[in-house]
């Protein structure tokens, strides 16, 4: 194979690994070449970008498709007899380049583990492998009656498995919460190819949960395989709202004021200046736009509370259009596959803080990444809300000068907004995650507690095979985590 890699590879996988590999799962095995390029990247802009330049970021050694929890631990312990890197992958629409093989190994593609196991209508919870893709889960439930309220933009090319390492955020999680508010029961195989499973109880107080330490491992503790999760019947009345403010502290404002009365509208965006003009073409105002659903008296009610907030806010009425124009274009992401190869470098950074700090927050960041070099667009939404605080949803875009490259460019813009929002007390990652891109920024956030995670990592894969180089964590001596 003639191909450049940027990351090394391993050394230790051999003929013999793989034919013990073929003799766990017989039928679900790839060595071909094809495969092994198509599984060397992610959604990460900068694999995109390598593999533009004509460079593939990583090569694995193999990938299979494993049908059941056995042989995800018959894989998982030839990995530790031959110390080669296990790298699980739900659909590789991660950002961050968490699925990226940087050492080779085997990719293990869960999407074959797409079964829905069992509803149970009386308790509202539903049963899945966890390699299901998101969109076939929300149809299959719509078709019976429910939703699971976890609709990601990544909706049509993300797994119920990557949604869970990841911690991600659906587009109406306001009201239904994060993957891990959703998330009720999980079985896993660890890093030593021992199997665990939790109960499906809504709450417990048996000890610490510790399987909930696979939500947002990104693949360095085990595989996730099975999930329960909390659904709801399918709304019965959906309502819309739309108003503009004059500033986004206003918007903010009216947000924050109404989720301090208890009312979770299911959507709730709001669009700074810049943003509102490219996706309402309404000039000098911030769009907020409101959806609530469910029983249609309380929908009813949230939304007279809602309307009344706005208004007493200096909001606009502005009707359902906007709503509706969101509700059809919200899976639209054409700009990232249409300005990387024209040379625009162009990628999107989420963050949380509290409603303390939101607008210093919101204020800092953009001013950082203006203070960048050859930066054209610099813009935010805020689009999940609770009543403590918010996740701002940046952008940047622009053209590295002459004296750069699309890399340093790309780095200098995150290293502004990473360090503004540390500066300004926010989480540098809402529900994107930390992969190879925020890995450097992970001790600084976490403080004691990235050691406390080290040790984790150490206890739970001492052979260090999990998704080697992700997060920072379980690093050799000397590694660049960045
Ligand atoms: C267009 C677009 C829109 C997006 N919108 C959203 C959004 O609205 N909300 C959001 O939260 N994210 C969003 N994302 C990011 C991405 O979709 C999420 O991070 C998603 O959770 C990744 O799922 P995946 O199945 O593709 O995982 P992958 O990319 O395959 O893997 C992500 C990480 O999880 C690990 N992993 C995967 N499956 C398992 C498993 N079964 N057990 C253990 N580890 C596993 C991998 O090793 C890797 O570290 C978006 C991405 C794109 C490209």
Known sequence: ??????????????????????????????????????????????????????????????????????????????????????????????????????????????????????????????????????????????????????????????????????????????????????VIAMKAVLADGSIISSKAVPRTSTGPRVERLLLGSEGTLGIITEATLKIWPYPEERAMLSFTFDDISHALEAVRKIMRKNVYPAVVRIYDENETLRHFQVKNKCMLILLMEGAKELVELEKSISLNICKEEGGEERGDGPVKHWLETRFNVKESSEFVPKGFVFDTVEVSTSWKNALALYRAVIKAMRGVDGVVVASGHASHFYPQGVCFYFTFGGLPLKHSTPFKFYESVWDSIMDACLRQGGSISHHHGIGLMRAKWLNKEMGARFEMLEKIKRAIDPGKIMNPGKMGIGMEEGENEG
């Open 1 to 182: 194979m003639g191909y450049t890699t940027v990351y090394p590879g391993n050394k230790n996988f051999d003929k013999k690994a793989l034919e013990e590999i073929e003799a766990v799962i017989p039928h679900g095995v790839s060595v071909k070449e094809s495969d092994r390029v198509i599984y060397s990247k992610d959604y990460w802009p900068i694999a995109l970008r390598w593999h533009l330049d004509g460079k593939l970021p990583a090569l694995p050694d193999c990938i299979v498709w494993p049908e059941n929890e056995e042989q995800v631990a018959g894989i998982i312990k030839i990995a530790n007899e031959k110390h080669v890197p296990v790298v699980p992958y739900g659909e590789g629409s991660g950002v961050l380049g968490g699925a990226v093989p940087v050492k080779g190994g085997i990719v293990v593609d869960m999407r074959k583990m797409d079964k829905v196991i069992a509803i149970d209508d009386e308790s509202l919870m539903v049963t899945v492998q966890a390699g299901i893709n998101g969109m076939n889960l929300e149809r299959y439930l719509n078709h019976n009656g429910y939703t699971m309220g976890h609709i990601p933009q990544s909706l049509y090319c993300s797994s119920l498995g990557g949604w869970l390492a990841c911690r991600a955020a659906g587009q109406f999680s306001t009201k239904y919460g994060k993957i891990e508010d959703i």
